[in-house]
Nanobody, 125 residues
Framework: QVQLVESGGGLVQAGGSLTLSCAAS????????MGWHRQAPGMQRELVAT???????NYADSVKGRAAISRDNAKNVGYLQMNRLKPEDTAVYYC???????????????????WGQGTQVTVSS
C-alpha cells in the first residue's frame, strides 16, 4: 500500500557533500516520524537521524554537525544532506517512515513503519 524509494546515493570524495531523498507513495493519509539509517558491510544498521512531522530532529553523534534532515510534508518526501563526508560514512542508507494509510476499501486506516530499499553511499579517501 505504501512504498518508500530512496535516491541520491553514489560515489563522492571525502570532504564532499550529497543529498539523499526518500519519496513515499501510496494511499498515504499522513506521515509521522521519518528517519534515516545506514548499514556498512559487516556492521549492524545504525540510526543516522530522525525528524518528526513538526520537524523536530535528532542526530547520531557520528554525524552531528555534518548532517541535516528535512522533509516536505506536502510532497511526502524526506531528505538527508550530508556534508564533509568521511570514508566511514560509506554504507547503504535506508529511510523509514511511520505512515498512516488507507486500505483498498478507501475507508479503513492502518499505521505501519515502512522502509525503503536503500541507496549506496561510497566515500573515497
Amino acid at each position: 500500500q505504501v512504498q518508500l524509494v530512496e535516491s541520491g546515493g553514489g560515489l563522492v570524495q571525502a570532504g564532499g557533500s550529497l543529498t539523499l531523498s526518500c519519496a513515499a507513495s501510496g494511499r498515504i493519509v499522513s506521515i509521522y516520524d521519518m528517519g534515516w539509517h545506514r548499514q556498512a558491510p559487516g556492521m549492524q544498521r545504525e540510526l543516522v537521524a530522525t525528524i518528526t512531522k513538526g520537524r523536530s530532529s535528532n542526530y547520531a553523534d557520528s554525524v552531528k554537525g555534518r548532517a541535516a534532515i528535512s522533509r516536505d510534508n506536502a510532497k511526502n518526501v524526506g531528505y538527508l544532506q550530508m556534508n564533509r563526508l568521511k570514508p566511514e560514512d560509506t554504507a547503504v542508507y535506508y529511510c523509514n517512515a511511520d505512515v498512516l494509510y488507507l486500505l483498498g476499501d478507501m475507508k479503513t486506516l492502518r499505521q505501519y513503519n515502512y522502509w525503503g530499499q536503500g541507496t549506496q553511499v561510497t566515500v573515497s579517501s
